[in-house]
């Protein structure tokens, strides 16, 4: 057996060894001098406190597994937790947590510190692929509410008031998105569950502590526990979140459960840049004001473009506040989906977070300089005039299927499966997810019944190029289906 394992060193392309591609890719990126406005919020560096910028000048020696400290000596669980109370301070926790695997652990460690088997959670549908994990892992059921849909901009929003208050019967508690990935947020005070969890996915939130501008935070009566990812906004590295408890008698359940599956090799880079952002966020919070006021003016400025279209939910019923950080825009009026937009942008050296068949969504931070966003306004500008055409064709697909669940997550995980092609998957039980990304939420879950509009639409991201997860097919041509 040890044989067989063995690499023979002559079926080894020595050349193709040298190559390192994944650094060379990333390098390409850097040597490009792309403006991104997209995540990390510290926009390649540039937003991080003098600090950070220090300590990561010795990266390398610095990645360790050992400390210093005053008291604790080498046992780095003190500082750490000096670190995570200095955050709970800031934010108004009991308690918080580093994660060094995202909001993707904090989510799914919320599920399993609340929920067991069986249990039924209040869910909007629109929640991210982390959130079914976190169901998968417990065991729990997802009563879900449907958002509502702009239908102009093809995005799910949020579910309305009245819809999610008229499932909340028979529950064991409720997971809110707040705000959605676009920056949208509801009423959350309206839609808190008494008696039950009521945890939160606030990925996109974790700045909104720092202006009267953005959407109140989420911690607040009512509220169990809250996750964010900083590294999406703030100035953290890619892969670090935190989490914020609100009561005392919750702290036991989380740790435990994130003592499950946190690595038991923490990246004290990760640690380190977490604990430098919020001592930049306690020293700096008012840049965000500033900030918010230039873009308040972008948005406008782009709105006197003849062609192109800024989102702005004002006349939505369903969303209370927004992010105008959340920058979307759309040319389709000038001929361009969100897709060509993308590609017009990139030859122009900027980079936006996402596209959508109708519209591009950048990210701004305060690490951008007002020249790139004088860049990204010039740009736009410019498309604009290249490209007068007429309004293009909508393709009329729903935004998020209605399905018909027939296992849970979990039972579906744990089923037996066969792959089948696509075309033929009609009727049957899903055990994987399909999931565009970004934004990461799926439009099929395990359990449920595939349908033909899941076909068709999976088929039409496809056609696209539109980046498919979750299915073990990556050309979405075959899907497991329950046997
Ligand atoms: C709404 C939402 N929740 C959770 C996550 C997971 O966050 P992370 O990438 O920090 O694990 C994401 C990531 O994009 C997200 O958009």
């Known amino acids: 057996m040890k044989q067989a394992l063995e690499v023979n060193a002559g ?60 008291e604790s000596g080498h046992d780095y669980e003190v500082p750490r937790k000096e670190a995570e109370a200095l955050l709970a301070e800031l934010y108004g926790a009991t308690r918080s947590f580093f994660l060094v695997n995202g909001t993707t652990e904090g989510i799914q460690a919320l599920f399993l510190a609340f929920f067991k088997d069986k249990d039924t959670v209040l869910m909007p549908r629109n929640v991210h692929r982390s959130a079914i994990g976190g169901l998968i892992l417990s065991g729990a059921k997802p009563n879900w509410v449907y958002p509502e849909i702009d239908r102009d901009w093809g995005i799910a929003t949020s579910p309305n008031e009245e819809a999610w208050l008229k499932q909340a019967t028979n529950i064991s508690g409720a997971f809110h998105l707040y705000p959605n990935y676009y920056g949208l ?52 590295l890619t892969q670090s979140s935190w989490l914020h408890v609100r009561e005392e008698k919750d702290v036991h359940n989380i740790a435990r459960a994130l003592g499950l599956i946190e690595s038991t090799s923490p990246n004290f880079l990760l640690w380190a840049s977490l604990d430098a952002a919020r001592a930049y966020e306690a020293a700096k919070a008012n840049r965000w004001d500033e900030l918010i006021d230039k873009v308040y003016k972008l948005r406008q400025d782009l709105t006197m473009i003849p062609g192109l279209e800024v989102y702005n939910p004002q006349d939505r019923k369903e969303i209370k506040q927004f992010d105008p950080l959340k920058l979307m825009v759309k040319a389709t ?112 879950m395990p359990g449920e019944e595939i349908t033909k509009e899941v076909v068709e639409l999976t088929q039409y991201y496809s056609s696209l190029g539109w980046p498919l997860r979750g299915l073990e097919d990556e050309r979405a041509e075959h899907i497991y289906v329950i046997e």
């Open 11 to 70: 079926d080894i392309m020595k050349d193709k060894q040298k190559d390192s591609p994944f650094v060379e890719a990333v390098r390409n990126y850097v040597k490009k001098g792309i403006i991104p406005f997209h995540t990390p919020g510290h926009i390649q560096g540039r937003g991080v406190s003098e600090e950070f910028r220090d300590f990561w000048q010795q990266a390398l020696a610095c990645d360790l597994a050992e400390v210093e400290h005053p």
């Open 333 to 444: 009026k000038i001929g361009l989906d969100g897709f060509e937009l993308r590609d017009e942008l990139r030859k122009r050296g900027i980079m936006p977070e996402l596209a959508e068949p109708q519209f591009v969504l950048f990210i701004i931070t305060p690490a951008h300089k007002d020249e790139e966003l004088h860049a990204l306004y010039e740009a736009l500008e410019d498309i604009a005039t290249l490209k007068r055409k007429s309004n293009i064709k909508r393709r009329e697909l729903p935004v998020l299927p209605r399905l018909k669940a027939i296992l849970t997550p979990k039972e579906a995980f744990f089923s037996p499966a066969k792959p089948v092609k696509l075309k033929e998957a009609i009727g049957y039980i899903a055990r994987e997810m399909i999931i565009p990304y970004p934004p990461g939420i799926p439009l099929i």
């Open 185 to 236: 947020c509801p009423d959350l005070d309206h839609y808190l569950l008494k008696g039950v969890p009521n945890l939160i996915d606030e990925a996109h939130g974790p700045h909104f502590p720092f202006s009267k501008k953005l959407p109140q935070r989420a911690l607040r009566p009512g509220v169990t526990a809250t996750v964010q990812s900083p590294h999406k906004i703030l100035s953290s």
